[in-house]
């Protein structure tokens, strides 16, 4: 059964910028009131010009914070954490550090707002959070990574069993064009583009529309619960 967020109040932890943007605006469009919310609160202000979007700061790895935001909040209809900590690189050169904050923001991050927001969540509310296409297909410099989505797509099952009957699923994206590839440089990042463009089986690359389409499917469709969908045109298989 669809859904409507009309008049809901959605949460969601993110930048002011590409995917989070995205996700952000379309939910707002699709009738809630929003809160953002980050860690940079200055930054989130300046990327919002609605009445309907309000401004939070908070830590995911800082339990004090999700706490006191839970606190602020009072009640919460859906929650998405679309927050992410990179974590690239090959096994003899990831820093103990980088693996940590990994975990720590896409996986406990998550397991923290579960913990203080789910108990002022309605039986029909939600949580959506994300894994990533490398938990399928892992690539060589990506490790961190994939272990960090892998353990999403099972907290996701995990929660969606403790929490329920609210819902909990995950977004995977694959290629998604957000800026990230940008520290490449035009000439490598084009060069990764048409490959993987050549390669899939939807022939393009992602755009963050395309992620944002999938969260409101998860919001809205009240009989989804414990997936992880993947939205990438088909990588994995190729």
């Known amino acids: 059964m669809s859904e409507s967020l009309k008049g809901r109040k959605v949460l969601v932890v993110g930048r002011g910028s590409g995917i989070a943007r995205a996700v952000v605006l ?19 202000k300046g990327a919002y010009d609605d009445p309907g979007i309000s401004v ?49 923001t896409k996986v406990i991050g998550p397991i923290l707002l579960a913990k203080h927001l789910a108990p002022k969540m309605p039986a ?11 938990a399928r297909k ?11 989505n892998g353990a999403v797509d099972s ?3 995990a929660l969606a069993v403790e ?13 998604i064009d957000t800026g990230a590839y940008d520290a490449l440089g035009d000439e490598k990042k084009a060069a990764l583009f048409a490959q993987r ?15 944002a389409d999938a969260v409101i499917f998860a919001l809205t469709n009240g009989f989804v619960t414990g997936v992880s969908l993947g939205v990438d045109g088909g990588e994995p298989l190729v």
């Open 197 to 211: 463009s050549a390669s899939n089986p939807a022939r393009r690359i992602g755009t963050s529309e395309d992620i």
């Open 56 to 104: 939070e700061t908070v830590d995911l790895t800082d339990e004090a914070s999700v706490a006191a935001l839970a606190e602020r909040l009072g009640q919460v209809d859906h929650v998405v954490s679309t927050a992410s900590a990179r974590a690239r690189g090959l096994v003899g050169d990831l820093a103990l550090g980088t693996i940590a904050l990994s975990f720590e």
């Open 124 to 134: 029909d509310g939600s949580m959506v959070i994300f894994s990533g296409a490398t």
């Open 155 to 157: 907290l996701t099952k």
């Open 163 to 175: 929490l329920a009957p609210i819902r909990v699923n995950a977004v995977s994206p694959g290629t």
């Open 26 to 44: 379309a939910v707002r469009a699709a009738g809630a009131e929003v809160v953002v919310a980050g860690r940079d609160e200055e930054k989130l």
């Open 138 to 148: 892992p690539s060589i410099g990506m490790l961190a990574v994939a272990a960090t």
